[in-house]
């Protein structure tokens, strides 16, 4: 069975840091690309970040480009997000997402809150 | 970037209707549609890729048309369980991978 489980969401203040990790598990981890996704409260989907199967390949949305860095370890099946100079309007809930046939986003975590207050 | 715009922003339906949501492109993307259904504090889930190709496991109720720029998800017969916000989402470019502003669909 196919998971993927998010962990190291919190409160952090404005211009503070988190990693978030994401733990795969399935699934051959280093054959699938990658995603990050998330949703600030009552709000819709915002895609975040794209990491190639070897990492070499990355994108950001241009609102946390320069701020945050995705990054993958295919011997721990593990996929993390870090996330620095955060504002208020990081404030979401932030998804995994495994990418399938035609890039759709086939499995997705549960999910981690990330809140930005002072 | 690509800009995907979902019509209607809600809806309200009986069990039983026939609802139809629709996603228009700012340019084109081929088939590199897909659509996701999420419940309130759920992970949204694959319902259609490629336009019109049903994920493993989703009722066969939903379907898929278009291309181009133009596409439309349908729920042939609502069902009580498919109450929840719909998003459609291009992959034919990245960055960025957009999503639709999604469409809600509450209980008459």
């Known amino acids: 069975e196919v998971q993927l489980v998010e962990s190291g969401g919190g409160l952090v203040q404005p211009g503070g840091s988190l990693r978030l990790s994401c733990a795969a598990s399935g699934f051959t981890f280093s054959s699938y690309e990658m995603n990050w996704v998330r949703q600030a409260p009552g709000k819709g989907l915002e895609w975040v970040s794209y990491?190639?199967?070897?990492?070499?390949?990355?994108y950001y949305a241009a609102s946390v480009k320069g701020r945050f860095t995705i990054s993958r370890d295919n011997a721990k099946n593990s996929l993390y997000l870090q996330m620095n100079s955060l504002r208020v309007e990081d404030t979401a809930f932030y998804y995994c997402?495994?990418?399938?046939?035609?890039?759709?986003?086939?499995?997705w975590g549960q999910g981690t809150l990330v809140t930005v207050s002072s | 970037d690509i800009q995907m715009t979902q019509s209607p922003s809600s809806l309200s339906a009986s069990v039983g209707d026939r609802v139809t949501i629709t996603c228009r492109a700012s340019?084109?993307?081929?088939?590199?549609l897909n659509w996701y259904q999420q419940k309130p504090g759920i992970a949204p889930n694959l319902l259609i890729y490629?336009?019109?190709s049903l994920q493993s496991g989703v009722p066969s109720r939903f379907s898929g048309s278009g291309s181009g720029t133009d596409f439309t998800l349908t729920i042939s017969s609502l069902q009580p369980e498919d109450f929840a916000t719909y998003y459609c989402?291009?992959?034919?470019?990245?960055?960025?991978?957009?999503f639709g502003q999604g469409t809600k669909v509450e209980i008459k």
């Open positions: 990491i190639g199967i070897s990492g070499n390949t990355i």
């Open positions: 490629d336009a019109s």
């Open positions: 997402a495994r990418e399938g046939a035609r890039n759709a986003f086939d499995y």
């Open positions: 340019q084109t993307i081929g088939s590199y």
């Open positions: 989402q291009q992959s034919y470019s990245t960055p960025p991978r957009t």
